[in-house]
């Protein structure tokens, strides 16, 4: 089946530092990426539709400025926290999907900002 | 809007015993489709089951069977002679096709605790 491949899988920042997270997939074109955050014991919450070649469109309560998101190719989108904070401590995981068919996830990134 | 219902937060049984995870969707798209996904202690998602909204048939797979019923608005999921392995947060997804494109909605998940 189509995999989605997400970088890394842990990463602790110091507060006011910024990370970037990958997402590909591997073996099909994803014009659509989801970037979603789950915080502990709680469910999947959508944060941004990543679309290749445009502006992401994001959900409402979430800060585009704080959340880059790029998608500069059909296998790549990139979420960028800026000057991270504690409260942006979380787990964070990407979806691709082909129209219609399941949605494939990466591995998520357990995103520790001390 | 769409909305997926998980009332059941968490479940313990022990092991061998059948469960059911309850789930209950709202949408006003007619063609949508439901998701099913088991998330263990690693955080990863693992895909268990995707059905449109124009199949109603029941559907086995192993020990997994899942049990749609459209009138209902239901999705449930039963596990049969549950295994300590089986523990796991389980969620219920949805998808329409008109109102929301290809994005999930997810329910609060189900945490399921096999005891042996």
């Known amino acids: 089946g189509a995999v989605v491949s997400q970088h890394p899988s842990r990463v602790i920042c110091k507060s006011g530092t910024s990370v970037k997270i990958e997402c590909r997939s591997l073996?099909?074109?994803?014009?659509?990426m989801f970037w979603y955050r789950q915080f502990p014991k709680q469910s999947l919450m959508l944060m941004a539709t990543?679309?290749?070649?445009?502006?992401?469109?994001?959900e409402q309560g979430v800060e585009k400025d704080k959340f880059l998101i790029n998608h500069a190719s059909l296998t790549l989108s990139t979420l960028t926290v800026t000057s991270a904070h504690p409260e942006d401590s979380s787990f964070y995981i990407c979806?691709?999907?082909?129209?219609?068919?399941?949605?494939?996830f990466g591995q998520g990134t357990r995103l520790t900002v001390v | 809007a769409q909305k997926v219902t998980q009332a059941q937060t968490e479940i313990s049984v022990v092991e061998k015993e059948d469960v059911t995870l309850d789930c209950v969707y709202e949408?006003?798209?007619?063609?949508?489709?439901l998701f099913w996904y088991k998330q263990p202690p690693s955080g990863e998602l693992v895909f268990l089951i995707r059905?449109?909204?124009?199949?109603?048939q029941n559907e086995i797979s192993g020990r997994y069977s899942w049990n749609f019923q459209k009138s209902t608005s239901s999705f449930n999921f039963t596990i049969t002679a549950s295994q300590v392995v089986d523990s796991a947060v389980y969620f219920c997804?949805?998808?329409?096709?008109?109102?929301?494109?290809?994005?999930?909605?997810f329910g609060e998940g189900t945490q399921l605790t096999v005891n042996p």
């Open positions: 990543s679309n290749e070649g445009s502006k992401a469109t994001y």
């Open positions: 949408t006003r798209d007619t063609t949508y489709y």
């Open positions: 997804a949805l998808s329409g096709r008109e109102t929301s494109g290809s994005r999930l909605t």
């Open positions: 073996d099909f074109q994803a014009t659509t």
């Open positions: 979806s691709a999907r082909d129209p219609w068919s399941e949605a494939f």
């Open positions: 059905r449109n909204s124009f199949d109603e």
